[in-house]
C-alpha cells in the first residue's frame, strides 16, 4: 500500500492550488482517504476526507468553502482542490488512508488512519 501526495508549491495569497494523492496496492473503493496538514510549531490538522464506499465528505471548520475533495477511481487518485488561499494554509500536507468505515465524528483522527504518505509543502505567502 502506497500514497504518494504532490501539488504543493509557491502561491500568492488569494490563490489556487490543486493538491493530488495517488494510490497503489489498493482501490479506492473500499478505503476512506484523508487529508491533513501540520504548520511548524503545531499538531497535525485534519483537512478533509472522502469515503470510498459511500462517498461522503468531510471538511475542517477552516477550510470549509475554500477546499474541495474528490477522486478519480479509474486513476486511482484523491484530489484537494484549495482555493482562496490563505497564509495561515502554509503548511505540509499529508494524504491518509483507512481501510472501510471511519465513522463521521472521527473522520479528523490520525490514529483512523494505518497508511500515510510522504507529505507536500504548501507555502502560501506575497
Known amino acids: 500500500v502506497q500514497l504518494q501526495a504532490s501539488g504543493g508549491g509557491l502561491v500568492q495569497p488569494g490563490g489556487s492550488l490543486r493538491l493530488s494523492c495517488e494510490v497503489a496496492g489498493f482501490t479506492l473503493d473500499f478505503y476512506v482517504i484523508a487529508w491533513f496538514r501540520q504548520a511548524p510549531g503545531k499538531e497535525r490538522e485534519g483537512v478533509s476526507s472522502?469515503?470510498?464506499?459511500?462517498?461522503?465528505?468531510y471538511y475542517g471548520d477552516s477550510v470549509k468553502g475554500r477546499f474541495t475533495i474528490s477522486r478519480d477511481n479509474a486513476k486511482n487518485t484523491v484530489y484537494l482542490q484549495m482555493n482562496s488561499l490563505k497564509p495561515e494554509d502554509t503548511a505540509v500536507y499529508y494524504c491518509?488512508?483507512?481501510?472501510?468505515?471511519?465513522?463521521?465524528?472521527?473522520?479528523?483522527?490520525?490514529?483512523?488512519?494505518?497508511?500515510w504518505g510522504q507529505g507536500t509543502q504548501v507555502t502560501v505567502s506575497s
Open positions: 472522502i469515503s470510498g464506499t459511500t462517498g461522503s465528505t
Open positions: 491518509a488512508a483507512a481501510r472501510g468505515f471511519v465513522y463521521g465524528s472521527s473522520w479528523y483522527k490520525s490514529y483512523e488512519y494505518e497508511y
